[in-house]
């Protein structure tokens, strides 16, 4: 059976984090979260307050990041940065795990940068980012495993800033590192609703796609 438009929206964040991104661009990225329903927003961090502003009263949290791109932020940076967004709104934090670090084979402080950014925050979900594209299958299954071990909520594929989208095999040794023990987000240039079915059956249950493809995926989930 094939996913409906609703059920999709409500396991979407919608990112809108490019260069240009300003006022204009997350007014209506809030009017497209309002008519559709998705489950989150993330958006440059310096329109967080507006954010949650403008999704007062309805179902999509506002969310955030709180790091670079490659998550080589300094630890005291990210967890100051997570904790700020909270307190201006944000219900959901992403950050990046710090791949220099993983790269080379830091991975005590790999985790400790993790569980920083977590322990600033609390109970705030904190999904942390492994950037599968840079990482070969066992890196994959072991930094998994670290995102585990530093107490995130959730592990998540990629930022979507790299060319190569997130396969549905990445997925697959991500899923078999985790063995259900914490909640799995894919992005990074998911386009068809085959490749999100295939993921959900994989035990994916949060999808980050740019609005421009979140409208297109869920104009095709209508039918």
């Not at 060319?163 to 998911?190: F, L, Y």
Request: net charge negative.
């Amino acid at each position: 059976m094939s996913i409906t438009a609703h059920a999709l929206a409500r396991m979407m964040d919608a990112t809108l984090t490019t260069t240009t991104a300003g006022v204009k661009e997350t007014e209506e990225l809030i009017a497209f979260a309002k008519e559709t329903h998705v489950y989150s927003l993330i958006t440059n961090r310096w329109f967080i307050p507006m954010v949650v502003e403008g999704l007062r009263g309805t179902d999509t949290l506002p969310g955030a990041g709180c790091s670079a791109v490659n998550g080589s932020d300094l630890t005291e940076v990210k967890a100051f940065a997570a904790r700020r967004a909270v307190e201006l709104g944000a219900m959901e934090c992403d950050m990046v795990m710090n791949i220099p670090l993983f790269k080379s084979g830091l991975y005590h402080e790999a985790v400790r940068d993790i569980r920083a950014v977590k322990d600033a925050i609390g109970e705030i979900p904190l999904k942390c980012i492994i950037e599968v594209g840079v990482l070969s299958d066992e890196e994959i299954f072991k930094a998994t495993e670290l995102v585990i071990e530093g107490g995130a909520d959730f592990v998540k594929t990629a930022t979507g800033k790299l060319p190569d989208p997130t396969t549905v095999h990445q997925v697959e040794v991500m899923a078999r590192a985790n063995r259900g023990r914490i909640a799995m987000k894919a992005a990074g240039g998911i386009r068809t609703l085959e490749t999100v079915q295939q993921m959900i059956d994989l035990g994916v249950t949060r999808f980050g796609v740019g609005s421009g493809s979140a409208a297109k995926l869920l104009a095709a989930a209508r039918g």
